[in-house]
């Protein structure tokens, strides 16, 4: 018993050893972090997307064609889904480029918009008229 008891204080002193060298990391520090992911994600041709009511991840990738109706976004859901979305420029960012649903576009951030299609939202970097 009383080996069970000092390996027990032995472990509760290891843990409390390594939570000492553990740093808590501030808002700031997250949100720095945050954003470095993103570009990253970006820069990798990813964004932040939620298939129902899953949290977001970087795990839609997307693809940027210019065709003669303007420059068309094709987002690519890991479950094979897709949306394709067309670039406006009459200020309402993204419009549902096919299909019989409308996206719904609102804006989350002075140079980002969410897009809700079916059950899937997609957040895209964007140019917000009044932030140049």
């Known amino acids: 018993m009383s080996t069970r008891i000092s ?3 032995a472990a509760a002193a290891l843990l409390s050893l390594a939570a000492c060298g553990s740093k808590v990391e501030t808002d700031a520090e997250r949100a720095q972090r945050a954003k470095a992911e993103l570009a990253r994600a970006e ?3 990813r964004i932040p997307c939620a298939i ?3 949290e977001f991840t ?3 990738t997307i693809d940027r064609a210019r065709t003669q109706d303007g420059l068309i976004l094709t987002i690519h859901q890991p479950d094979g889904g897709f949306h394709r979305l067309r670039v406006t420029t009459d200020g309402r960012g993204v419009v549902a480029a ?3 649903r409308q996206a719904a576009v609102s804006v989350i951030d002075k140079d980002a918009i969410e897009v809700a299609i079916d059950d899937a939202r997609y957040r895209l970097p964007a140019r917000i008229k009044g932030n140049d």
């Open 58 to 60: 970087t795990n839609c």
């Open 7 to 9: 390996e027990v204080l």
């Open 52 to 54: 129902g009511a899953a």
């Open 43 to 45: 820069a990798e041709g």
């Open 98 to 100: 096919d299909g019989a």
